[in-house]
């Protein structure tokens, strides 16, 4: 689920990327708890392309 949120994001569909990020967020947290390393990357990623995002969107 992570690399399709990828892939779609490299194709420039960033409202599909973020949301399959945010229910992999989810899901991994439920599954594997909050402090395992999966869980963790995907917080990660999830903030850094918010961020890039809000970065575009002052540009424009």
Do not use: D, F
């Not at 402090?35 to 961020?51: I, R």
Request: charged letters at 10%; one cysteine or more.
């Amino acid at each position: 689920m992570a690399n399709l949120a990828s892939t779609y994001r490299n194709q420039g569909c960033y409202n599909e990327s973020l949301e399959l990020v945010v229910t992999c967020v989810y899901l991994r947290e439920k599954v594997l708890g909050i402090g395992h390393p999966y869980t963790v990357s995907s917080l990660t990623t999830l903030g850094t392309w918010q961020a890039e995002q809000a970065t575009v969107c002052q540009i424009i």
